[in-house]
């Protein structure tokens, strides 16, 4: 039985080859909740996004040093280079009043590892932000996605845990403060 | 003693713990109301407003409430295991119904809540406020918002001082309930 392998070490085998290959595999959707939410409102929506590089949202923006919480000094809230922005811009948001299944499909879209933060939706202007969290290390993930009539914004930032407990006690604020901080020039 | 004797004891035993634990476990859940059923409203409110602070998330951040400013919502917040809010605004009126209320407290004439403060009339804000205790211990908060355009909804879970609940209004998503609860010191 030497050219022939037993069929013990074929089933060893196999099952490392298994084992390997599911260590191997490249992530799958669920896993990254930026470009599961960006291909969600493309989907929905029937909308294309734009990555806009840094140096070309410098010159679109306030000339802001950046966002600033609750009436405090102006500082960084994104970990530095964590910040990754997909924007829509001059397109069409419209649901036809099916507003609520957009938020079901964004939720959809997201592994069970991200929390629902806060969700503020106004169907007549289409106006909706979603702030999802999820734990990374010792910082936590922050996913916000504001949608308006025209135009749409999909940031995801890392941020400090001492820095989500300044965010947490305005949550309405926290997304427009995240994003700000993301897209304006510093 | 006989086998069958000893084994139905060690059964019964087992049993008796599996059912303590569950009812502790229903005991300690109790105090989080199940509001996904006012998911529909969305669809009619002008604006929707919705707020999940879990336990991990409040105890994870709580700790870095390190600002002098900040010691006195660390404070009220020590053993908050949640923060639950629903808020909707309707450009017309009647675009809630009493069901719609009646499915909150329906919960909130559950075993261990008690209404402890009413206040308001149907053309302004009417505001009450329910507690949880599990023993001598408050278990949970919620307080329901009502006007004729809008309705809140909010759960504190864990045990929360009502004269401190102040210190939270405009903060995590909870409205202002100052005036109610002031109202009810004056009662007193």
């Known amino acids: ?186 | 003693m006989k086998p069958l004797f000893r084994n139905s004891l060690k059964a019964i035993t087992v049993s008796v713990l599996l059912l303590l634990t569950t009812v502790a476990s229903v005991r300690a859940q109790s105090a989080k109301l199940q509001m996904d059923q006012l998911d529909v409203l969305a669809n009619k409110a002008s604006e929707t407003v919705e707020v999940k602070l879990d336990e991990h998330l409040m105890q994870t951040t709580a700790k870095f409430f390190s600002d002098p400013d900040d010691a006195e919502i660390k404070e009220v917040l020590k053993g908050v295991k949640g923060i639950y809010v629903k808020r909707f605004e309707f450009e017309k009126e009647g675009e809630y119904s009493e069901a719609d209320l009646e499915s909150i407290r329906s919960q909130l004439r559950n075993p261990g809540w008690t209404r402890i403060v009413s206040v308001g009339s149907k053309k302004e804000i009417s505001i009450e406020v329910y507690l949880l205790q599990n023993g001598d211990q408050i278990g949970g908060m919620a307080v329901l918002a009502t006007g004729s355009r809008e309705m809140t909804v909010v759960n504190i879970i864990g045990p929360v001082d009502l004269d401190k609940l102040t210190k939270l209004e405009g903060s995590f998503g909870v409205p202002p309930v100052g005036d109610a609860i002031r109202q009810r010191e004056k009662k007193k």
């Open chain 1, 1 to 186: 039985m030497n050219g022939a392998m037993k069929p013990k070490h074929a089933l060893c085998l196999a099952m490392a080859a298994t084992f390997l290959a599911a260590l191997a595999r490249p992530a799958t959707a669920k896993e990254d909740g930026f470009n599961d939410v960006v291909k969600a409102i493309e989907q929905f929506y029937h909308v294309k996004h734009q990555n806009i590089p840094l140096l070309a949202r410098a010159g679109m923006k306030a000339a802001k040093t950046a966002a600033r919480i609750r009436g405090g000094d102006y500082k960084r809230l994104a970990e530095a280079g964590s910040a990754r922005v997909a924007f829509f811009e001059e397109q069409n948001f419209d649901s036809h009043g099916q507003i609520a299944s957009f938020k079901a499909s964004v939720k959809n879209a997201l592994s069970v590892t991200w929390s629902a933060l806060v969700q503020t939706l106004a169907p007549k202007n289409e106006e909706q932000n979603y702030i999802y969290v999820r734990e990374l290390d010792k910082n936590f993930s922050v996913l916000v996605i504001t949608i308006e009539r025209h135009e749409a914004t999909v940031v995801e930032a890392t941020v400090a845990p001492q820095i989500l407990a300044q965010l947490m006690k305005d949550p309405n604020e926290m997304g427009k403060a995240l994003t700000d901080d993301a897209t304006i020039d510093p």
